[in-house]
């Protein structure tokens, strides 16, 4: 496979992990501990992707929590519950390796783009087995900016040294198609994750399946 991108940079949660699991339980787990009504998996699932922070205000949100409450001071202690497991339940949707293992045998390099924090992103890589197959992972805290700001791809991308006139952004995310369309880079749409229709309207082009991003690619 001959292309003009050589460098695929992936959104994590929703793209190539489903997190949901791990992330509602340990936000179950922290509105339990403050006596407040815990949300299904289902609910979790459209307050992820804009980071911790946010991800810690709507649950709090949707358990009814008071002002007295302090949201800097939950989301710490929901990152003291989730970082220890966030691989627990946490799996890579199927495809994922093959696909990673496809982009690099054709000469295209891999980076994550996560509005996660970089330590669970990259221990939850590792644990699960993919870190070899990636050559750089841009966190939430890693720079100063994040999605949908698109210098968080940018920044992503040359850290891990790669060329961003040839890159490639893939995602199930609003920031992800947003921060692509603004370097501006293709945006791979990625309709198996956590994301809606409505998220997709910036997209260059929207995948079904991740194991379609290999041959997506090559026509771009």
């Not at 793209?15 to 922290?30: F, K, N, Y």
Request: glycine residues 10%.
């Amino acid at each position: 496979m001959v292309s003009k991108i050589s460098f695929a940079v992936f959104d994590l949660d929703g793209t190539l992990i489903d997190s949901l699991p791990d992330l509602a339980e340990s936000g179950a787990l922290l509105l339990r501990h403050h006596g407040l009504r815990e949300p299904s998996a289902e609910q979790v699932r459209p307050m992820i992707g804009d980071g911790v922070r946010l991800l810690v205000e709507r649950l709090l949100d949707f358990a009814g929590a008071g002002p007295e409450l302090d949201r800097s001071a939950a989301t710490k202690e929901f990152l003291a519950i989730y970082e220890p497991r966030a691989a627990q339940h946490t799996r890579l949707f199927p495809g994922a390796i093959e696909t990673l293992k496809t982009l690099r045998a054709c000469g295209i390099r891999s980076a994550i783009c996560t509005n996660k924090p970089v330590a669970a992103a990259t221990a939850i890589a590792e644990r699960l087995g993919f870190s070899d197959l990636i050559d750089g992972i841009g966190g939430g805290d890693s720079f100063s900016v994040r999605k949908p700001n698109p210098e968080h791809i940018r920044l992503t991308v040359h850290a891990a040294g790669g060329d961003i006139g040839q890159a490639v952004m893939i995602g199930d995310h609003r920031n992800d198609m947003e921060a692509a369309k603004g370097v501006p880079v293709p945006g791979i749409f990625a309709a198996w994750g956590y994301g809606t229709d409505e998220m997709s309207r910036d997209a260059t082009i929207i995948a079904e399946n991740i194991l379609q991003i290999p041959s997506i690619i090559e026509e771009l």
